[in-house]
T-cell receptor, first 115, second 112 residues
């Protein structure tokens, strides 16, 4: 079974530039998550989709971050404009219906460095 | 708001030593509890989870965890660690609304 695919693996940009990350979840997984993991911290949920609808985006900095999941499969996360403090690993995860007992399956992540 | 606290940031053990990593959470409702592991260069993956029933759960590679509801704890244990257990371990809680919160992780280094 193919896992969660993310690209790119690494990205270096200057502050105030824009960047986009792509995620392809495990086939059939209706729930998709984007997490931000800053060095030394645990993953922090940015946004959660159920199919193509947003379930939780309470911690997404909406002035600069946006995400979409067209057709309920692939998803993109965009940052515009980037700040130095956005340097982190961005993780995508998916799960089958987000019931209480289901775990998330994670991709390798995209390591973003903002200089 | 739910939160997760992992007491140890970095643990160093010798092979064959016993391991216990602490995890406490705060949330007033029904929860699922998870331990995820991230081996060097790999993605986060599930180690074990508690959903309901027996509070002592067993996971992969000889790990187990005990849910103690009265203490809001879900500590991870392994009786004898191996060098290959060197990794970062994350405790997570998932509320009945489907929201997951992770702790800041514990880095385990096992010396051969």
């Amino acid at each position: 079974e193919a896992g969660v695919a993310q690209s790119p693996r690494y990205k270096i940009i200057e502050k105030r530039q824009s960047v986009a990350f792509w995620c392809n979840p495990i086939s059939g997984h209706a729930t998709l998550y984007w997490y931000q993991q800053i060095l030394g911290q645990g993953p922090k949920l940015l946004i959660q989709f159920q199919n193509n609808g947003v379930v939780d985006d309470s911690q997404l900095p909406k002035d600069r971050f946006s995400a979409e999941r067209l057709k309920g499969v692939d998803s993109t996360l965009k940052i515009q404009p980037a700040k130095l403090e956005d340097s982190a690993v961005y993780l995508c995860a998916s799960s089958s219906p987000s019931g209480l007992g289901t775990e998330a399956f994670f991709g390798q992540g995209t390591r973003l460095t903002v200089v | 708001a739910q939160s997760v606290s992992q007491h140890n940031h970095h643990v160093i053990l010798s092979e064959a030593a016993s391991l216990e990593l602490g995890c406490n959470y705060s949330y007033g409702g029904t929860v699922n509890l998870f331990w995820y592991v991230q081996y060097p260069g790999q993605h986060l993956q599930l180690l074990l989870k508690y959903f309901s029933g027996d509070p002592l759960v067993k996971g992969i590679k000889g790990f187990e965890a005990e849910f103690i509801k009265s203490k809001f704890s879900f500590n991870l244990r392994k009786p004898s660690v191996q060098w290959s257990d060197t990794a970062e371990y994350f405790c997570a809680v998932k509320s009945n609304a489907g929201k997951s919160t992770f702790g800041d992780g514990t880095t385990l280094t096992v010396k051969p």
